[in-house]
């Protein structure tokens, strides 16, 4: 191979590199919130658990519609009110159903800002779309474990 013909692939490397570095502070700080979501209920002990959980999946899902607001294009607008709605009937749902169904919003929700982040359907989100599905990740995993331990954070 020629010099010429390495020279695309060691620029790709490169900007590669660079991306991940620039994604390591979002993710790192995504993991610290995640460990506080998971936490939340001892900030609420009057409030159920599942509350708690729920009323955090909200608020999660509906910082996207700020996003598109922000971003301009009504379609954009109206998509991501839809998605942030789909959440919001499945946090209502684990309030009194399963808490399987908040660890399926929270992973559900990760899932959707990684398809953010390869799509950047929603303009100017560069750095959101990787700490908010870390903030998922973490949140989603750490629950499902409290459930299967029967561990309950609010008293």
Known sequence: MTASGSAPHAQRRRATAAGVRALRAPIA??????????????????????????????LIAAVYIGFSVADGRGRVVAVETVVAGVFVVVAAAGVTG????????????????????????????RWWPPFCAAVDAVAAALLAVGIVADVHLGW
Request: charged share 10%; glycine share 14%; net charge negative.
């Open 98 to 125: 399963s808490a399987w169904l908040l660890v399926a919003g929270l992973a559900g929700h990760g899932l959707k800002d990684l398809w953010q982040h390869r799509t950047g359907f929603v303009a100017g989100t």
């Open 29 to 58: 700080w995504g993991v610290v919130w995640g460990c506080l979501q998971a936490a939340s209920p001892l900030a609420f002990p009057w409030l159920d658990d599942a509350t708690v959980y729920s009323m955090g999946l909200v």
